[in-house]
């Protein structure tokens, strides 16, 4: 790998880096909110089947790939928001049951 490659990779490794710190920062109310339901769904799925586990995973992942823009700007129908918060604090709360967890806006979680 040249030097002017692994400069390249680094400058956008910090340039991601930068925007995820700026996101964070400007959605304070997020963070908080997952903080506090990412581990009660924790405990939800705590006797669920691990295959049961990865299939709901799944199901969650395309309600906030579809939705994400519900998450960061409230919808105009009622309930919409809500219920993608919800598919992603869901969603979150599965991966912490993979090996090491997962991270996201700066908070970590582990089952």
Same mark, same amino acid.
């Given at each position: 790998?040249? =030097?002017?490659? !692994? /400069?390249?990779?680094?400058?956008?490794?910090? $340039? *991601?880096?930068?925007?995820?710190?700026?996101? $964070?920062?400007?959605?304070?109310? #997020?963070?908080?909110?997952?903080?506090? &339901?990412?581990? #009660?769904?924790?405990?939800?799925?705590?006797? %669920?089947?691990?295959?049961?586990?990865?299939?709901? =995973?799944?199901?969650?992942?395309?309600?906030? =790939?579809?939705? /994400?823009?519900?998450? *960061?700007?409230?919808?105009?129908?009622?309930? $919409?928001? &809500? =219920?993608?918060?919800?598919?992603? &604090?869901?969603?979150?709360?599965? *991966?912490?049951?993979?090996?090491?967890?997962? %991270?996201?806006?700066? !908070?970590?979680? $582990? &089952?």
């Amino acid at each position: 790998m040249s =030097a002017t490659t !692994a /400069g390249n990779e680094w400058l956008r490794w910090f $340039e *991601l880096k930068l925007k995820r710190r700026e996101w $964070e920062r400007s959605n304070p109310l #997020l963070a908080v909110s997952l903080e506090c &339901a990412v581990p #009660l769904r924790i405990l939800e799925h705590r006797k %669920t089947d691990p295959e049961e586990r990865i299939k709901r =995973a799944r199901e969650l992942a395309n309600v906030v =790939a579809s939705h /994400g823009d519900d998450i *960061l700007y409230r919808s105009k129908r009622r309930g $919409e928001s &809500a =219920a993608a918060f919800n598919a992603l &604090a869901e969603g979150i709360a599965l *991966l912490a049951y993979a090996p090491g967890g997962v %991270t996201f806006l700066g !908070a970590h979680w $582990e &089952a």
